[in-house]
């Protein structure tokens, strides 16, 4: 079976400190990396997808891959309180286009 | 902007009514959408893949009959939640995704809160 594992926290970070998300894949063959945002009674928001070993970086954030391990990490630089919330890891199924294997999520607190 | 549109944001009905909620492709096609639904502090659930121009795909579990899923065009799935109870009320979200230069990506919906009362 298909798994996505994450850590569910909370993960308690100062703020303007560097926030460090984790997560690992089980499906060697998978391609498209994700990370969303999920704030209370909202819909995931896509913050990051990744598909080439390496790092990137988009304002803030920075999304690592590394195939050979099975590793996606997320980093958040310069955190703001306003990105307390929950991030989502998700891969893309490899048997199904465009359905995503989810991560359980882990909750983020920025403290002021 | 919003890539994937979803309404109504919020609805409320009647035990026992119909209601239907669309979920909307902007500028781009999706010949694959999917429904998930959430309670309050619980997971993303997966309830069914709307295929365009075909049956939709259900996930174990989940009521085809009750949940009506209708991919009618390239741009626009619906799901309607017939004769509905209370304990449909619940966050239901849509998704699609397209190719890009890598790999695909994928987008949610803003979603639909739906109340049975």
């Known amino acids: 079976q298909k798994e996505v594992e994450q850590n569910s926290g909370p993960l308690s970070v100062p703020e303007g400190a560097i926030a460090s998300l984790n997560c690992t894949y089980s499906?060697?063959?998978?391609?498209?990396f994700f990370w969303y945002r999920q704030y209370s009674g909202k819909s995931p928001e896509l913050i990051m997808s990744i598909y080439s070993n390496g790092d990137k970086e988009d304002g803030r954030f920075t999304a690592q891959l590394n195939k050979a391990s099975q590793y996606v990490s997320l980093l958040i630089r310069d955190s703001q309180p306003s990105d307390s919330a929950t991030y989502l890891c998700a891969v893309e199924n490899m048997d199904s286009n465009y359905q995503l294997i989810w991560g359980a999520g882990t909750k983020l607190i920025i403290k002021p | 902007g919003a890539v994937v549109s979803q309404h109504p944001s919020w609805v409320i009905c009647k035990s026992g009514t119909s209601v239907k909620i669309e979920c909307r492709s902007l500028d781009f096609q999706a010949t694959t959408m999917f429904w998930y639904r959430q309670f309050p502090k619980q997971s993303l659930m997966l309830m069914a893949t709307s295929n365009e121009g075909s049956k939709a795909t259900y996930e174990q579990g989940v009521e085809k009959d009750k949940f009506l899923i209708n991919h009618a065009s390239l741009t626009l799935s619906t799901l309607t939640v017939t004769s509905a109870h209370p304990e449909d009320s619940s966050f239901y979200i849509c998704?699609?995704?397209?190719?890009?230069?890598?790999?695909?990506?994928?987008?949610f919906g803003e979603g639909s809160w739906l109340t049975v009362v």
């Open positions: 998704s699609a995704g397209f190719r890009v230069f890598g790999g695909n990506t994928i987008y």
């Open positions: 499906d060697r063959v998978s391609q498209s």
